[in-house]
C-alpha cells in the first residue's frame, strides 16, 4: 500500500493580511510551503505529493518552490477552488489513476511546516487500520459555546481536541466521502468531518501543539520561535 500526501495550498490568507500569499512568507529565509513540503520529501514513507494551488500561481510555485527546493517527489501541482474543501477535492481528482483504492492519502495543510515525520508515521498506521485518522490536541481553554453574545453552552473540556493535519485516509473512503459532500452541497471545515457525517469512525492521533496552522500574524512570531528551537 503506497503513502501519498494531498496538500492544499489554495487558500488566500485573507486573516495574515500580508502582500504576498502567506504560503510563501519566509521563515528563516525559506518559504512556509516549501518547509512544508520538504517533510513530505524527507519521509521514506511518502511515495508521491499532489500539491493544490491557486491557479494563477501554479507557474511561481513550480519554479520558485518546487524546482527551487528539489522537490522531486512532486507528481502534479492542481489549481485549487473557492474552498479548502472543493481545493481538497480537484487533488483528490487529480490522483486518480495514480493512487490506488486501498493507498492511504495524507492530507495536510500548507501551512503547517512544523508536521514531523513520526506524525506523519503514526497518521499512517492509524488509517491503515480505521476508516480515518485525526492528528490533533487536547484543548487547553475552556470552550464557550455563545450565541449572539451570550453563552449557551460549556463542553466538558475532556472532550474537546483541536484537529489538526495531516487528516489520514484511505483513497476511496477520503475519495467518495468527499464526492457526496460535493453532491449534497455540503460544506465542512476538515476532511474528518465528511467521514464523521456518515457514520465513519474516525481515530484521534496525538499531534503536538507545534504543529500549528499559521494564520494571522501572530503565528509567524510563534512559527519564528518554534524554527529557533527546532534548530538548536
Ligand atoms: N480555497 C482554499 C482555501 C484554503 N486552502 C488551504 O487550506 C489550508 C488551511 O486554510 P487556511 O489556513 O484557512 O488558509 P486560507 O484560506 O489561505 O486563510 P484565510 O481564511 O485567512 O484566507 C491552507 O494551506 C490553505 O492554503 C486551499 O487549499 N484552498
Ligand atoms: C483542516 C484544519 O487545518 C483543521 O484545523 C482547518 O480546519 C483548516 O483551516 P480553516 O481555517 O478551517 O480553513
Given at each position: 500500500?503506497?503513502?501519498?500526501?494531498?496538500?492544499?495550498?489554495?487558500g488566500m490568507g485573507k486573516r495574515m493580511g500580508a502582500s504576498i500569499n502567506k504560503q510563501?512568507?519566509?521563515?528563516?529565509?525559506?518559504?512556509?510551503?516549501?518547509?512544508?513540503?520538504?517533510?513530505?520529501?524527507?519521509?521514506?514513507?511518502?511515495?508521491?505529493i499532489f500539491v493544490v494551488i491557486p491557479q494563477d500561481e501554479i507557474p511561481f510555485c513550480r519554479e520558485q518552490v518546487v524546482e527551487q527546493y528539489g522537490l522531486s517527489k512532486v507528481r502534479s501541482i492542481v489549481p485549487g477552488g473557492a474552498e479548502r474543501q472543493q481545493s481538497v477535492l480537484n487533488g483528490l481528482r487529480a490522483m486518480e489513476g495514480?493512487?490506488?483504492?486501498?493507498?492511504?492519502?495524507?492530507?495536510?495543510?500548507?501551512?503547517?511546516?512544523?508536521?514531523?515525520?513520526d506524525i506523519l508515521s503514526r497518521a499512517t498506521a492509524a488509517a491503515r487500520e480505521n476508516d480515518g485518522a485525526l492528528v490533533a490536541v487536547p484543548a487547553k481553554d475552556t470552550?464557550?459555546?455563545?450565541?449572539?453574545?451570550?453563552?449557551?453552552?460549556?463542553?466538558?473540556?475532556?472532550?474537546?481536541?483541536?484537529?489538526?493535519?495531516?487528516?489520514a485516509f484511505r483513497y476511496c473512503v477520503i475519495r467518495?466521502?468527499?464526492?457526496?459532500?460535493?453532491?449534497?452541497?455540503?460544506?465542512?471545515?476538515?476532511?474528518?468531518?465528511?467521514?464523521?457525517r456518515l457514520?465513519?469512525?474516525?481515530?484521534?492521533?496525538?499531534?503536538?501543539?507545534?504543529?500549528?496552522?499559521?494564520?494571522?500574524?501572530?503565528?509567524?512570531?510563534?512559527?519564528e520561535a518554534f524554527l529557533k528551537e527546532k534548530q538548536q
Open positions: 500500500m503506497a503513502v501519498f500526501a494531498l496538500i492544499p495550498a489554495a510563501y512568507l519566509l521563515l528563516d529565509g525559506v518559504p512556509i510551503l516549501a518547509r512544508t513540503l520538504e517533510v513530505f520529501q524527507r519521509s521514506p514513507l511518502v511515495g508521491g495514480v493512487a490506488a483504492d486501498d493507498d492511504v492519502v495524507l492530507i495536510h495543510d500548507g501551512v503547517r511546516p512544523f508536521v514531523s515525520e470552550v464557550k459555546v455563545v450565541e449572539n453574545g451570550v453563552i449557551t453552552a460549556t463542553p466538558p473540556r475532556e472532550t474537546l481536541w483541536l484537529a489538526q493535519t495531516p487528516q467518495a466521502a468527499h464526492e457526496i459532500a460535493d453532491a449534497e452541497r455540503f460544506l465542512g471545515t476538515d476532511d474528518s468531518m465528511l467521514l464523521e457514520g465513519r469512525p474516525v481515530r484521534i492521533v496525538v499531534g503536538d501543539y507545534r504543529n500549528a496552522k499559521i494564520t494571522t500574524p501572530e503565528d509567524m512570531v510563534l512559527a
